[in-house]
């Protein structure tokens, strides 16, 4: 079959897959210590994403104790954000483990449960990550996206000292929970319309788009503001239903890049995806299926949607990320 116009925007995660034991951080080696994923999928900008301003990463933890050995403190030059999220798909609000993470030159400390994102400024100094304590049997998920179109970091030395009484870093650590959209299949419209970007019927919109039988069950969606002002949104959502994702609308588009990822959660086996997405690429229409995990790379100003579950074995997961700070989005009939 010939290529055709957009398959290169379309790629498995595995082109990302790492099994790797130890690798370097600038000049400093370090080895995976027993809290960290035994398989990870690291997709780089500029080698996997079409050399868009973005790399992320996609794995799930199951083991205790902290990510990496030797790489106690490090630092990028640009922001980080760092997800941890459920595998339970009936409560988007249940993580299912405790995790500590350290923070600042000073290395404060912090610990959660429940699904959050960590937003890391560029320069700002975190690590180590440790899995405190595993509450589910399906352990739990976490992707990581970086603002930039390769991965950098260098490598810092613990502090002599023990960290302040006082801690500054606290309102980096965002619940995921104060960004529901979606809960139980039920609409909240209320943060699109805080945004002035209301597009779903009964918010005021013309376009009268609604969501479809195919869309989430529980989905979780940061904007900028909720991430101390980054260019960038992302969301985070549990599908378990087949049909179209949305009505009365066609595709759209952005200003801005933007990549659609699509995992499964199966936790013994990171390539399984459990179902089949098509969704139309291009003003041709380009039609592609999806059938395991998978990144779709929309650049700026390329029309794509409508999305359908066409059929479904298991739940999956769909996330997205987005290079603005707005969900900015033209629909098209």
Same mark, same amino acid.
């Given at each position: 079959?010939?290529?055709? $116009?957009?398959?290169?925007?379309i790629? !498995?995660?595995?082109?990302? %897959?790492?099994?790797? #034991?130890s690798?370097?951080?600038?000049?400093?080696?370090?080895?995976?210590? !027993?809290?960290?994923?035994? /398989?990870? =999928?690291?997709?780089?900008?500029e080698?996997?994403?079409?050399?868009?301003?973005?790399?992320?990463?996609?794995?799930?933890?199951?083991? =205790?104790? /902290?990510?990496?050995?030797?790489?106690?403190?490090?630092?990028? !030059?640009? !922001?980080?954000?760092?997800?941890?999220?459920?595998?339970?798909?009936?409560?988007?609000?249940?993580l299912?483990?405790?995790?500590?993470?350290? $923070?600042?030159?000073e290395?404060?400390?912090?610990t959660?449960?429940?699904p959050?994102?960590?937003?890391?400024?560029?320069?700002?100094?975190h690590?180590?990550v440790?899995?405190?304590?595993?509450?589910? *049997?399906?352990?739990?998920?976490?992707? $990581?996206?970086?603002?930039?179109?390769? &991965?950098?970091?260098?490598?810092?030395?613990?502090?002599? #000292?023990?960290?302040?009484?006082?801690?500054?870093?606290?309102?980096?650590?965002?619940?995921?929970?104060?960004?529901?959209?979606?809960?139980?299949? #039920?609409? *909240?419209?209320?943060?699109?319309?805080?945004?002035?970007?209301? %597009?779903h019927?009964?918010t005021?919109?013309? *376009?009268g788009?609604? =969501?479809?039988?195919?869309?989430?069950?529980?989905?979780t969606?940061? &904007?900028? #503001?909720?991430?101390?002002? =980054?260019?960038?949104?992302?969301?985070?959502?549990?599908?378990?239903?087949?049909?179209?994702?949305?009505?009365?609308?066609?595709?759209?588009?952005?200003?801005?890049?933007?990549?659609?990822?699509?995992?499964?959660?199966?936790? @013994?086996?990171?390539?399984?995806?459990?179902?089949?997405?098509?969704?139309?690429?291009?003003?041709?229409?380009?039609?592609?299926?999806? *059938? %395991?995990?998978?990144?779709?790379?929309?650049?700026?100003?390329?029309?794509?949607?409508?999305?359908?579950?066409?059929?479904?074995?298991?739940p999956?997961?769909?996330?997205?990320?987005?290079?603005?700070?707005?969900?900015?989005? @033209?629909?098209?009939?």
């Amino acid at each position: 079959m010939a290529e055709r $116009l957009y398959d290169h925007l379309i790629k !498995p995660l595995s082109v990302g %897959r790492s099994t790797r #034991k130890s690798a370097e951080l600038g000049q400093v080696p370090f080895t995976l210590a !027993p809290g960290m994923m035994s /398989e990870t =999928l690291e997709l780089d900008g500029e080698e996997h994403l079409e050399g868009m301003n973005l790399s992320f990463t996609w794995g799930v933890h199951s083991g =205790l104790g /902290e990510w990496y050995t030797a790489r106690d403190l490090h630092v990028h !030059p640009y !922001p980080e954000c760092h997800m941890f999220v459920g595998l339970d798909t009936a409560n988007v609000k249940y993580l299912g483990a405790q995790i500590e993470c350290c $923070l600042g030159e000073e290395m404060e400390t912090y610990t959660f449960d429940e699904p959050t994102v960590i937003v890391i400024p560029a320069g700002l100094p975190h690590g180590p990550v440790t899995t405190k304590r595993i509450f589910s *049997n399906k352990g739990f998920g976490f992707y $990581l996206a970086s603002l930039n179109s390769t &991965f950098q970091a260098e490598h810092l030395e613990r502090p002599k #000292k023990d960290a302040p009484s006082e801690r500054v870093h606290a309102h980096l650590i965002k619940p995921l929970k104060s960004g529901l959209v979606i809960e139980r299949g #039920k609409f *909240n419209p209320t943060r699109f319309t805080e945004e002035g970007i209301a %597009r779903h019927r009964g918010t005021g919109d013309s *376009n009268g788009m609604t =969501l479809g039988p195919g869309n989430a069950d529980h989905l979780t969606w940061m &904007f900028g #503001k909720d991430l101390e002002g =980054l260019n960038v949104n992302m969301d985070w959502g549990f599908f378990s239903k087949s049909g179209l994702w949305h009505r009365g609308v066609g595709g759209h588009v952005h200003p801005t890049d933007e990549v659609l990822v699509f995992v499964g959660t199966d936790p @013994t086996n990171i390539g399984f995806l459990g179902a089949e997405i098509e969704i139309d690429m291009g003003k041709e229409h380009e039609r592609h299926l999806i *059938n %395991r995990p998978s990144v779709v790379i929309c650049p700026a100003g390329l029309e794509h949607a409508p999305i359908v579950t066409r059929w479904i074995d298991r739940p999956f997961v769909f996330f997205s990320i987005n290079l603005s700070g707005k969900p900015n989005m @033209t629909f098209i009939d």
